[in-house]
Every structure is written in structure tokens, then in C-alpha cells.
């Protein structure tokens, strides 16, 4: 299976503290609403069928919900999909969201091209084989049916931001959160959409400052960055 139980365990562990805002899960929170424009400006997610992949406590999935997508969250570690799911029963938006505590290349086996909107943001560099879930991801999206994926560069800058200086420096993650060696350039992620069958229609940077909490969408994708891209 295509994942780490080391990586998991540092989710389960946390899974309580998922939606506090001033908490470990903290910079997800504050980046939360940038993420969401940009998939709802290139996506228009309500009454669409949306998926994410990697979906922990739910803060995406739970707010793309809120947006009137018919949404489902996705996660191997089962203490934050506890959580997510209270939070939708607490905010009356059951009806609207399912969890399940499968893979991406299992859930793929069992909804083929069943989303209009696949999203893996934050994940990929959580897992050992991060173009099989691409692939995957690919499968689950159905023909003319759009992929969100995000993650954290691979470079000198990127690992001063979120390794040094996120987690040793500002204390803001937990030591350990982040693998500098699972970090993605982002011509490694297009080429694994493009492998997968997918047309990369944009990639951008966000950056995010944790000082202020602000964060803002700017074209150098040099730390955390997104990719937009489409099934033919
Ligand atoms: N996408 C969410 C959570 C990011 S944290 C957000 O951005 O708000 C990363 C999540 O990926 C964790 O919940 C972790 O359990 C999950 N994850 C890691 N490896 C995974 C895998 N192989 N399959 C599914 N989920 C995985």
C-alpha cells in the first residue's frame, strides 16, 4: 500500500487538536481561504461532486461543502476523519459530505471517473510514491473533470521556509512534520499529471507569512504552490 505509518501516526496523534486555529494544524487554517478561491475561480465546485484526497480533519473538504459542492474526504488515518466528520454533523452539513478511510488507488478501484473535481492539497508529500496517487487521482476524475494538487518545492529557499523555519525557528509545526527529500519541483508534479493523462493548465506559488497569518496567491511557485490541471 502507498503509505508511510510513520507519517499517519503524526496525524493520529494530533487528530483532536484539528480545528483550533491557533493550533499545530494552524498555517491550514490560515491558508485555507486562498486555496479555496483558487479552485472555486477555476472550478465553480457548487453542485459539483468533489473529492479530496488526504482530507484529515476536513477543513477543505468542510468548506468546499459550504460552498454547495456534494463533497467526499478521503483519508487512511482514522482519527482525524472521526473529527472531520463530527465537525460536518456539528455544522449541520451531513447530508452534504461523506468520509472514507480508504487510498486514493483503492477508492479508484471502487469510483472510476465518478468526481467532477479531485483535490490532493498538502498530501503528496506525506506519501511514499507520490505518482501513483497522481495516478490515481487521474482515475477517480471523471473525463473533462478537474485536478487540484498542491505540495512544497524542492530547493534551498523551500527548506529555510518550511523545515527551519517553520518548525524549528517559529515553533509553528511540530518537529518532524515535514521531510525535506518528499518535497516535489513542480516540473516533477506536471510530469506526473501529464504520465497520468492530465493537461496542466497552471501552476502557482502561495505565500504564505506566518507572522501575520496572510496568505496570497504570486506566480513563482518557489515554496508551497498549486497545480491546476484537467482530464481531457
Ligand atoms: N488535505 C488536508 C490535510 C493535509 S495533512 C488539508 O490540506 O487541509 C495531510 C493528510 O494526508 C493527513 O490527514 C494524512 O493522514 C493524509 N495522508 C497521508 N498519506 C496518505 C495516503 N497515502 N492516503 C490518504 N491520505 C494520506
Known sequence: MNVDPNEIQKFESLAHRW??????FRPLHDINSTRLKYIDDRAAVAG??????????????????????????????????????????ETQMGEKIRYIETTAESFAE???????VVAALEMLEHVPD???TVWAIAKLTRPGGTVFLSTINRNAKA????????EYL??????????????????????????????????????????TRGCKLVTNPSVNYLVYAQKP
Open 19 to 24: 480545528w483550533d486555529p491557533d493550533g499545530e
Open 48 to 89: 459539483l461532486r468533489v473529492l479530496e484526497v488526504g482530507c484529515g480533519g476536513g477543513i477543505l473538504t468542510q468548506s468546499l461543502a459550504e460552498l454547495g459542492a456534494v463533497t467526499t474526504g478521503i483519508d487512511v488515518a482514522s482519527g482525524p476523519l472521526k473529527v472531520a466528520q463530527l465537525r460536518a454533523i
Open 110 to 116: 471502487v469510483e472510476p471517473e465518478s468526481f467532477d
Open 130 to 132: 507520490y505518482r501513483s
Open 159 to 166: 527548506y529555510v521556509m518550511a523545515v527551519l523555519g517553520a
Open 170 to 211: 517559529l515553533n509553528l509545526l511540530p518537529r518532524g512534520t515535514h521531510d525535506y527529500d518528499k518535497f516535489i519541483k513542480p516540473s516533477e508534479l506536471a510530469s506526473a499529471a501529464r504520465d497520468a493523462g492530465l493537461l496542466v493548465k497552471d501552476i502557482s506559488g502561495y505565500s504564505y507569512n506566518p507572522l
